[in-house]
C-alpha cells in the first residue's frame, strides 16, 4: 500500500480500518490462514439460555392454541394455572434443559417472592412476542430478575437492587447513543461543555463527543503500559475540575483490560463528595470477567448511570442484549430540577404529551421517550423476546444462588490462556493481577522490538515507517488482522488484540506471525545500516 494510502487510513475510524485490514488479509500475500483478531465478538455462546428459550417457545404455542386453533392460527395466552400447565409440559427425563426450567420456577417462588403463573405468563407472552412491552422500559418481573443478576455480578455485596431502575436496551452500543442523546436534549450537556474519559477508551467514546451534535471538549484521564493500563497516579483529580460536567469510563477499559482498582474507586468517592454535581457514565459489559469485581455504580450510585450488556459474557452479540441503569436517586434529575425556569418550561413541553406531569418524569423515562423520539413513546421498549434472553442470561447465573458459576468460571479461563498464549509467543511482559480481564491486549509493537533486536531498531522502526505500516503488512502478508490502537485514545505502535473470538491454539500463531513480520522490518534495518556504511 501506498504511503499516501496508509495516511489517509489513519483518519478512519479504528473499526472502518479493521474492515479494511480484513479484505487485505483474506487475500494475503503467504496464502496463510486468516486470523481476525480485530472485533471483540467471543467465538463461544451459552447454550443453556438458548436452549430454555426455545422449549419456552414451544410451550407458548401450546398454549396459544388453548384458546383459538385455526390452521397456522393460534390465540392468546391466559394466566391462570399457567404454571401448572408448564410444570406438566416439562420432561426433564427426556429433555435435560427442563431440569433448568424446574430450577428456574423454584428460584422464582423461593427466592424472589414472585408469583410463578405471573412470571411463566410474562416469559411466554414475551418469548412469542405477541404484545408490545409494556411496561416500555422492562417488563416488570424481568426488571426484578435482572436487578437480581446485576447485584450478584457488578456490585459486589452492595445493596442496590431495590433502588435500581432499568432500561433494556438494543446492547450497550444502543444506551450509549440513548444516554448522550437525552443529556443533550435536557440540556445537561451543551456545546463546548467539559467530558473527562479514561483512555484508551472504546473509540465511540472518543468520537461521539467531538461531533457536530455535541461539540464538548475532551480530557483524558490517561493510563498507559508502564503500569498496566491502570489510571495513572493523580489523573483522577483531574476531575475536580468544576468545568468537566461529564465522566465516562469503560470499566474493564477497552482495550486495556483493566478495572479500576479499590484505590481508583475510593478516590472517586472522594471526588464525588466534593463535586456532587458529577455526572457519570459507566460501561461494564467486561466485568465479569474480573475477580470481586466492582462497579463504579455501586460506590457512587447517585451519580452514575450503569450501562451493560449480556453480548461479551454469553456469546450474543447477534442478539443486541444491553441495558441502562439508574439510582431511584440521582443527581441527573436533582440537576433537571434545578434548570433555570425557561429551560424547564421547555421540557415540559417536550415530554409533556406522553406524560401528565413532564416536571416529575425520571431521567431514565426520558431516556425511553427520546428513544422514540417522543412521539413514538408508545411503542418503545426492547422488543419482547430480547428481554426474555436477558431474563434467561441472568437466571443461568442466579440459580445457581451462592455457588460458583462454572459458565463465567470457564469464560475466564479461555480468555486467560489465550492471553498467556498470545504474550508468550511474543516474549512480552503480561499483567496477572486481579483487575485484569485479559478480554483484550495492547501489544506495543516498538516494545516488542526493543526486546527483541535493540533500542536502536526500534527506533528505526519508528522513524522510517507510518503509523499503520505494520498492522497493515501484518494482514496483506500474514494474513493476521489486529486494531490501531491510536483510535482507542492510545500512542503510535499499540495494536489492539482480542482474546475472545478465535480458537485458543490461534493466539500463539498470531504472535509467531508478529514476530516473522518484524523479523522482516528487521531485515529491512540491516540493509539500512549497510547502505550507511557504504556511503
Known amino acids: 500500500m501506498k504511503i499516501s494510502e496508509e495516511r489517509k487510513l489513519e483518519d478512519l475510524e479504528s473499526f472502518v480500518i479493521s474492515s479494511k485490514m480484513t479484505s487485505l488479509a483474506k487475500e494475503n500475500a503467504k496464502n496463510n ?31 396459544s392454541e388453548r384458546t383459538i386453533n385455526k390452521g397456522d392460527m ?46 411463566i405468563k410474562e416469559f411466554v407472552d414475551g418469548a412469542i412476542g405477541n404484545n408490545y412491552p409494556m411496561p416500555a422500559r422492562v417488563l416488570k418481573n424481568t426488571g426484578k430478575i435482572i436487578n437480581q443478576y446485576l447485584q450478584t455480578t457488578l456490585y459486589n455485596g452492595v445493596n442496590l437492587k431495590d433502588e435500581t431502575d432499568v432500561f433494556a436496551t438494543e446492547g450497550g452500543t444502543a444506551a450509549i447513543v440513548y444516554i448522550f442523546n ?8 451543551n456545546y463546548g461543555d467539559k467530558i473527562a474519559i479514561n483512555t484508551p477508551i472504546f473509540t465511540p467514546y472518543i468520537e461521539i463527543p467531538t461531533l457536530n ?10 493510563s498507559d503500559a508502564s503500569n498496566h493500563w491502570e489510571i495513572a497516579p493523580g489523573e483522577i483529580d483531574k476531575l475536580l475540575d468544576p468545568s468537566i460536567k ?42 465479569t470477567f474480573v475477580e470481586n469485581f466492582q462497579t463504579l455504580y455501586s460506590v457512587v450510585p447517585d451519580n452514575t448511570l450503569l450501562v451493560y450488556s449480556f453480548s461479551k459474557l454469553f456469546g450474543a452479540t447477534g442478539w443486541r442484549l444491553g441495558l441502562v441503569a439508574a439510582h431511584e436517586k440521582n443527581v441527573f434529575d436533582r440537576l433537571i430540577s434545578q434548570l433555570p425556569e425557561k429551560d424547564k418550561q421547555e421540557l415540559n413541553k417536550r415530554y409533556g404529551s406522553v406524560e401528565f406531569e413532564p416536571a416529575k418524569m425520571k431521567f431514565i423515562d426520558r431516556l425511553v421517550a427520546d ?62 493481577s486481579n483487575d485484569n480481564s485479559k478480554y483484550y491486549s495492547i501489544i506495543d509493537i516498538y516494545t516488542v522490538a526493543a526486546r527483541k533486536y535493540g533500542q536502536e531498531f526500534r527506533n528505526f522502526l519508528e522513524n522510517n515507517f507510518e503509523q499503520l505500516d505494520f498492522l497493515i503488512n501484518l494482514a496483506q502478508k500474514n494474513g493476521v488482522v489486529l486494531m490501531d490502537g491510536v483510535g482507542f485514545g492510545t500512542h503510535p505502535g499499540c495494536l489492539r488484540v482480542s482474546q475472545a473470538n478465535l480458537p485458543t491454539e490461534d493466539y500463539r500463531l498470531i504472535g509467531n506471525q508478529m514476530m516473522q513480520l518484524l523479523a522482516d522490518y528487521h531485515k529491512q534495518f540491516i540493509e539500512h545500516k549497510v547502505k550507511i556504511k557504504n556511503k
Not at 87 to 108: G, M, Q, T, V
Not at 182 to 189: V, Y
Not at 389 to 417: A, C, G, P, Q, W
Open 74 to 119: 393460534a390465540g392468546y395466552t391466559e394466566q391462570h394455572g399457567m404454571r401448572q400447565r408448564f410444570e406438566a409440559f416439562l420432561r426433564p427425563e427426556e429433555y435435560k434443559i427442563d431440569d433448568f426450567w424446574l430450577s428456574i420456577l423454584d428460584y422464582i417462588h423461593d427466592d424472589l417472592k414472585l408469583n410463578q403463573d405471573e412470571v
Open 33 to 63: 490462514i486468516f486470523l481476525d483478531a480485530g472485533r471483540g465478538n467471543p467465538n463461544w455462546i451459552n447454550k443453556k439460555a438458548r436452549l430454555a428459550f426455545n422449549r419456552l417457545v414451544e410451550f407458548g404455542i401450546i398454549e
Open 213 to 222: 451534535d455535541y461539540q464538548m471538549v475532551e480530557v483524558d484521564l490517561n
Open 371 to 432: 428513544s422514540r423520539s417522543i412521539s413514538l413513546y408508545h411503542t418503545a421498549g426492547l422488543s419482547t423476546p430480547q428481554q426474555i434472553m436477558e431474563d434467561l442470561f441472568s437466571l443461568t447465573h442466579l440459580v445457581n444462588r451462592d455457588k460458583s458459576d462454572t459458565y463465567i468460571e470457564t469464560s475466564k479461563k479461555i480468555v486467560d490462556k489465550r492471553y498467556t498464549d498470545l504474550h508468550d509467543s511474543l516474549d512480552y511482559p503480561k499483567d496477572e
Open 246 to 287: 461529564l465522566f465516562v469510563v469503560v470499566n474493564p477499559s477497552n482495550p486495556g483490560s483493566k478495572a479500576f482498582s479499590e484505590k481508583d474507586l475510593a478516590e472517586i468517592k472522594e471526588v464525588i463528595k466534593k463535586r456532587p454535581d458529577l455526572m457519570i457514565v459507566t460501561d461494564d459489559v467486561y466485568g
Open 182 to 189: 437525552t443529556l443533550r436534549e435536557n440540556k445537561l450537556i
